[in-house]
């Protein structure tokens, strides 16, 4: 048995070594691919794929990357300080723009293909900067895991023009996540996280006073020290979806106290909890969507 476990240590051991020059030769890819752009702007939402990126582009490029971030209220206010610390530590060239994704029509009736809308806003500002200031390329953080999901904005980046040198070299998340940790990426383990307006269920209007409710409400979740976590709007009704190995934190009479009286003073009726636990785009589940 000894020999067996020994085997199979060394067998693991080998495989993180191949894992690890893998990872390694395309971070020199990426490198050398965003060298040949000569000047980008990164599309910068702090989340960990778009720090790796900006972090890369940076080490490339130098002031040539600069590093922009949308303001809106689907944008939490939480993402955007932890964009900013980013900004600080890597000592960024970086910039905030204001988009207004949430004041079109098209966006605020929340059709399946809303995040097209809203990339559509985001890239067509990105693309404008770029061409006053005389940079060659819009860079945003699209992954090689990301090819098989329904991402709507996918098609307007394609329209405008934008690139994804994370994907181009095939960087998965799983490779992003360990390369950020080398590099001291503080949000390298930190949670994936869509918009705030994918809290609330296609063809429900997404206004600016529900994506306060769902970011209020998250936040009081991150503040009981829940890691992975969405509030679903369901108009009177909060949804929440938490991680299977927290769903037995949240029901301690302490924590579920606090939970119901902040979401009830936020303005929510009712407060639910997901049994399923969290899931990835859980609000496409009623509705058959392709990969686009």
């Known amino acids: 048995m000894g020999r067996v476990s ?134 945003d953080g699209n992954n090689a895991d990301d090819c098989g999901d329904y991402r709507p904005g996918r098609v307007a980046a394609r329209q405008l023009g934008v690139r994804s040198p994370l994907e181009e070299v095939g960087l998965s998340k799983e490779e992003i996540r360990n390369l950020s940790r080398k590099a001291g990426l503080r949000v390298w383990d930190e949670p994936a996280s869509a918009c705030l307006a994918s809290r609330i269920p296609y063809h429900s209007e997404v206004t600016e006073e529900k994506l306060k409710m769902v970011e209020q409400a998250e936040e009081v979740l991150r503040g009981l020290g829940l890691q992975v976590c969405r509030v679903r709007h369901h108009d009177e009704c909060a ?36 049994l399923e636990g969290y899931r990835m785009g859980s609000l496409n589940e009623p509705i058959s969507l392709k990969p686009v």
């Open 6 to 139: 020994s085997d199979q240590s060394i067998s693991s051991r080998n495989k993180s070594d191949l894992d690890s020059r893998v990872s390694d030769q395309k971070e020199r890819a990426l490198l050398e691919l965003i060298a040949d752009m000569r000047s980008v702007v990164v599309a910068f939402s702090g989340g960990v794929d778009s720090a790796y990126l900006a972090y890369a582009a940076s080490s490339v490029l130098g002031q040539q990357a600069l590093c922009v971030t949308a303001a809106s209220p689907s944008y939490s206010e939480y993402h955007r300080k932890l964009a900013l610390k980013i900004v600080e530590d890597l000592v960024l060239h970086h910039e905030v723009i204001k988009t207004d994704e949430v004041k079109k029509p098209e966006y605020r009736a929340n059709p399946v293909n809303r995040c097209f809308h809203c990339k559509d806003e985001l890239y067509t500002r990105l693309t404008t900067l770029a061409r006053e200031r005389g940079i060659a390329y819009v860079i």
């Open 239 to 274: 949804r929440l979806e938490v991680s299977p190995s927290e769903m037995m934190r949240i029901m301690g009479p302490e924590t579920r106290e606090i939970i119901l009286r902040e979401l009830k003073r936020i303005g929510y009726r009712y407060v639910t909890i997901d």
